[in-house]
């Protein structure tokens, strides 16, 4: 909630700023002024003027600006949340069993992983498959 509000807050700021810069009046420094052709009494940016309301709050509104755009990507640092966060997930079950059920009359099936039984008398080493 907070963030929405900071976000409108600088859009008006944005707003606001962009048209004080609109609206202040340009210093008539054109091209010939900025290479020594528009006198001696004015610089490359026209003649220093004293400060207006216009300045000023452009000044007040540029720092409000980066402010609030430092503040934007700090608060917007969160990081990703997730949509089922405190959600509670399901009970646990108990696991399946892995063999399935043989049906009626019939003998349960041997997986095939296990190993082939070796005779009780047998003193041999199982040799591996031949290839």
């Known amino acids: 909630m907070l963030y929405y509000v900071l976000v409108v807050l600088y859009v008006l700021i944005c707003v ?3 048209l004080v810069v ?13 290479f020594g052709g528009g006198g001696s009494t004015q610089t490359a ?16 509104l540029g720092a409000l600006f980066v402010l609030g755009a430092l503040g934007l990507a700090v608060v917007g640092q969160r990081g990703p949340a997730s949509v089922v966060s405190g959600v509670k997930g399901l009970p646990a079950t108990p696991p399946a069993s892995t063999v399935p059920a043989a049906p009626a009359g019939q003998k349960p099936a041997t997986p095939a992983t296990q190993p082939p039984a070796q005779p009780q008398g047998s003193s041999q080493a199982p040799q591996p498959p031949s290839r």
Request: avoid cysteine; proline fraction near 0%; charged fraction near 10%.
């Open 16 to 18: 606001m700023l962009l």
């Open 22 to 34: 609109l609206l202040q009046q340009g210093r008539g420094g054109d091209i010939a002024s900025a």
């Open 45 to 60: 940016f026209g003649a220093r003027q004293g400060a207006t309301v216009l300045t000023r709050a452009t000044t007040v």
